[in-house]
């Protein structure tokens, strides 16, 4: 099955930096979803972006909807040690079939 | 509460004993799916169902099966499990196809 590229696979940064990740794909897509994975848990939705150009703030994450339909993109600043976990983007194509695709992941270290 | 429960949590097998992972939602939801999660490979999508007694196959559908005859079960099927079959299942529910899906917290399967 069809893969999103994300990138980058993995992150350690230092508690307080800003944080980029992104996810890119040849195919157009309706929706795009963030998830954050912690260990033991299952996903948990984080941010949902519904049209291309839209900009859209959960706290300290923010998450933009690529003008291309192409791809998206999350920015968490100031990070925290409990934003460690594997942030996962996915995206729901526009043709009809009620089927998300899920990007790979990256992994965050937060370091204190 | 909403949420999506799986059961069990964990789950260790030999190769040929059937088992069922079960998953309830009590949040009314339409559309529900189970994933496997391994390493590199992201989600990946084993069947999904867009409403009571209609299911459909993923993209992983071989060796399981699935049943949805009340909306708010999703249980997931191995007639006989192989070794392969070892990885972790999400079950996820949404109101539609084409809503944000919310995930259960897994169910680690291990086949020898």
């Known amino acids: 099955g069809q893969q999103l590229n994300q990138s980058p696979q993995s992150m350690f940064i230092q508690e307080g930096e800003d944080v980029s990740m992104n996810c890119t794909s040849s195919s157009i897509f309706n929706t795009w979803l963030w998830y954050k994975q912690e260990p033991g848990e299952g996903p948990v939705l984080l941010i949902a972006l519904y049209k291309a150009g839209e900009l859209t703030s959960n706290g300290r994450l923010t998450a933009q909807f690529g003008i291309t339909r192409k791809d998206s993109f999350l920015n968490i600043s100031a990070s925290i040690p409990s934003d460690v976990g594997i942030y996962f983007c996915a995206g729901l194509r526009s043709s009809g079939t009620y089927k998300y695709i899920f990007g790979t992941g990256t992994r965050l270290k937060v370091l204190a | 509460e909403a949420q999506v429960t799986q059961n069990p949590r964990y789950l260790i097998t030999v190769t040929g004993k059937k088992l069922t992972v079960t998953c309830s939602q009590n949040m009314n939801h339409e559309y529900m799916s189970w994933y496997r999660q391994d390493p590199g490979l992201g989600l990946r999508q084993i069947y999904y169902?867009?409403?009571?007694?209609?299911?459909d196959k993923g993209d992983v559908p071989e060796g399981y099966k699935v049943s949805r005859k009340e909306k708010r079960n999703f249980p997931l099927i191995l007639e006989s499990p192989s070794p392969n079959q070892t990885s972790l299942y999400f079950c996820?529910?949404?109101?539609?196809?084409?809503?944000?899906?919310?995930f259960g917290n897994g169910t680690r399967l291990t086949v020898t």
């Open positions: 996820a529910s949404s109101f539609t196809g084409s809503s944000p899906l919310h």
């Open positions: 169902s867009m409403n009571v007694e209609v299911t």
